[in-house]
Nanobody
Framework: QVQLVESGGGLVQPGGSLRLSCVAS????????IGWLRQAPGKEREGVAC????????YYRESVKGRFTISRDNAKNTVYLHMNDLKPEDTAVYYC??????????????????????RGQGTQVTVSI
């Protein structure tokens, strides 16, 4: 079955950390730009952190710079999102997307069409006392 599956979400206190994982099955990630997007209730979808397929360059949303890190392990067909110093405004459903040969900048761009080669079902992250 061809799919992306996220895991690692949960409830964490402000200042805490989580690591999200996105595992691909049925295809290999090495040709794909990978992005972590999030959507909170009543808010627009936004790109959080993305990595290009070709040179592994990265792009981060301004509000998460210095706190979040995206990394890819092609051998494990997995992309991670390390989130530190979490804030209540980080609360959202996080999901990963894959688009062949996409750049990090475009994959994370606000207003990008909501169409991807692959998209996971999402994992809930809640930051609260």
């Amino acid at each position: 079955q061809v799919q992306l599956v996220e895991s690692g979400g949960g409830l964490v206190q402000p200042g805490g950390s989580l690591r999200l994982s996105c595992v691909a099955s049925g295809f290999t990630l090495d040709r794909y730009g990978i992005g972590w997007l999030r959507q909170a209730p009543g808010k627009e979808r936004e790109g959080v952190a993305c990595v290009s397929s070709t040179d592994s360059s990265t792009y981060y949303r301004e509000s998460v710079k210095g706190r979040f890190t995206i990394s890819r392990d092609n051998a494990k067909n997995t992309v991670y999102l390390h989130m530190n110093d979490l804030k209540p405004e980080d609360t959202a459903v996080y999901y990963c997307v894959a688009e062949e040969y996409d750049t990090a900048w475009y994959l994370c761009a606000d207003g990008r069409p909501n169409e991807y080669d692959y998209r996971g079902q999402g994992t809930q992250v809640t930051v609260s006392i």
